[in-house]
């Protein structure tokens, strides 16, 4: 009977750690509710086909879709505050939504301010990071992008296209100019222009040009 009794404790313990070890596994999973967005554009028509993005404030993708014909989406979600991001055919929105059971927002372009969003002599990629968000986007230039957040635009000091180099030269909009790669957008007070301007030198000393022009010479010499 011993025996059996320590059997039984062990197998008691047992239990309560694995309980204990797992669980996160075992907790009640939020509520979700049917959170209807709307995706309007600067004209007033609908954005339909348009990839959509949503986002926990501190990064995470939660969830992504498309809008339908008519510019709608529907997504399961707890209650909370969100960023979503929208791919429209010419132009990007941004909106932060707050989620309180059955939802319906409306993300609506002509109640937003926008920036253009452009480089010299040729185009790139950078960040755009709305204000109170861990949310980092990264998109090309030559872009327009509606918010009704400020935001963080960060543009890279250089990179590469064969067989040019290109390093920032300035960053400006209309007040303010950085030769850092970061400037503010205040999309919460007006319209913004934002330019990148790069030098471009042909990047004898860049790796991957060495690299290309090495394989080049190679093929020139077994096809010789």
């Not at 319906?104 to 010299?120: D, P, R």
């Amino acid at each position: 009977m011993s025996m059996v009794k320590k059997v039984l404790g062990a197998l008691a313990v047992f239990l309560t750690l694995a309980m204990l070890l797992f669980a996160p596994s075992f907790a009640t999973a939020a509520t979700t509710y049917t959170t209807t967005i709307e995706v309007v554009s600067p004209t007033g028509t609908t954005v339909a086909s348009a990839p959509i993005y949503v986002y926990l404030l501190n990064g995470t993708q939660v969830a992504s879709g498309t809008t339908n014909s008519t510019g709608y989406v529907q997504f399961s979600l707890a209650n909370g505050t969100y960023l979503v991001f929208v791919e429209g055919t010419h132009s990007y929105y941004f909106a932060l939504i707050k989620i309180a059971g059955t939802t319906k927002v409306v993300i609506n372009g002509t109640k937003m301010h926008y920036v253009n969003i452009s480089s010299v002599p040729v185009a790139t990629s950078f960040t755009l990071k709305p204000d109170h968000t861990n949310v980092t986007l990264t998109l090309n230039t030559n872009a327009t992008v509606y918010g009704d957040k400020n935001a963080t635009i960060v543009f890279p000091t250089s990179f590469f296209s064969f067989p040019y180099e290109y390093k920032l030269s300035s960053v400006k909009n209309a007040t303010t100019t950085v030769s850092t790669g970061t400037i503010f957008a205040n999309l919460t007070g007006a319209n913004q222009i934002v330019t990148a301007t790069y030098a471009q030198s042909v990047a004898f000393t860049n790796p991957i040009f060495l690299a290309i022009i090495g394989f080049i010479v190679l093929l020139i010499i077994v096809g010789a």
